[in-house]
């Protein structure tokens, strides 16, 4: 006679409302995740209730084992397939659930603050010190990467300027090998040079279209044409980019902008941007009264530069720090800011507390205008400045009033209980600009997408 089948235990409040646990294979990347996160904090219960919670989780280790599925049954070759992952004990509780709480704020406690930290934010590009050359470096290269990792040069005008130029110091030294074309064989020879500098410091928008169109007229140089004359031909070509989409480009905006400004007119502007400098300038010399108010940040300070340049010129300046704006704004008649790059979306990537300060004059009806140069132009899509950006250097300065201690010794580094987030860049939208203004015209930002059809696709 057959033993009658034995039924499957079941706990005293009654049968399980959870559904069978899935074999491992069959679990998504989080549910994986979560259960794993349950087995450490069981072990953790563990740990921190010592003596004391071993007859609960005994206890708990009676409860009857999950049915096996139909992926745990023995396959042709006698070996099980993969098991499902033994099941966690149901949430415990009284002084269980107390110590599995317990243990789990001790382990958060326990962990390193350089492994919890800023973990979000590490695909960011970070300011580091430049390694070993690798490959033929040419000796202009590897000081502007040094000066581009330690942001002795800044502004994407400056860094688009310096690499061309270094670009022409490497063309000029360059000597075509034997069985070799300069248009091709240039190209591999640039190669090294552009990752060493990208390993310095982020490519800018700037110098990716420089970069491009460098490339551009290299493939397309005579192969017929003598060395030395395929050279200067080429360094021409840059003089003559550098004087038609940089200089000219913001002479045009200068007096564009320059038009805009009246007298009595209180001019805000954000950190500072080469291309409003010279607007500012340039208004004034031709005689206009008005007055600016520069917004500034750390770690950077860069309107301290601005605020020198136009206290020299004579034109009357108040300078103050973020945090105050709204005690100010209302007092702007114009808002004028530059970019790092613009994106066919019409979002305006630039420097970090440029988007605050657009959105505030939004608010206060108070026109936004960007002053930005069309080699700036970005034909990718750009949503926000968490995808893509960079850290500010270290290094700034800390300091509380009265000072107690020497300035030397209030320099914010990171340390194991510190980390430091400078972002450099934002993103500002579209809707807080009024108008951007380059050298072919002033744009609405939702037209910003026309600017390669105006220069016949030639950025």
Known sequence: MAPPPSLPVQPPNGPESRPPVKAQKEMSKAERRELQEKQRAVKAAAKAGGSSSQPNQKAAAKQAPPPLTSNAMPKKGGKLADTAPPRTPAAPSGRNTRDVKSATAALAENVPMNARGLRIFSHFGLPKPVSLAKGDIHPVILRLALQFSN?????????????????????????????NTLSRHLMTHLSPQISHLVAARPMSVTMGNAIRQLKLEISGTDIDLPEQDAKKALCQKIDNYIRDRIMVADQVIEETTGNKIKD???????????????????????????????VDSRPMLEGKRLLSVLAEADIHCSYLLLPALGSVITEASMVLVGAHSIHSNGSVYSRAGTALVAMLAKQQSIPVIVCCETYKFSEGVQLDSFTKNELAPLGDTFASFPLTKPRDTLTLVNSPNLEILNPLYDLTPPTSISAVVTEVGVIPPNSIGSIPLALGRLL
């Open 264 to 294: 009595g007119d209180v001019i805000l502007t954000y950190a500072r941007s080469s291309v409003v400098e010279k607007v500012l300038l340039g208004a004034h010399s031709e005689g206009r009264q008005f007055s600016v108010i520069v």
């Open 151 to 179: 942001f002795k040069i800044t502004g994407a005008n400056a860094r688009c300027i310096a690499t061309l130029t270094a670009f022409k110091t490497v063309i000029q030294d360059y000597i075509t090998p034997p069985n």
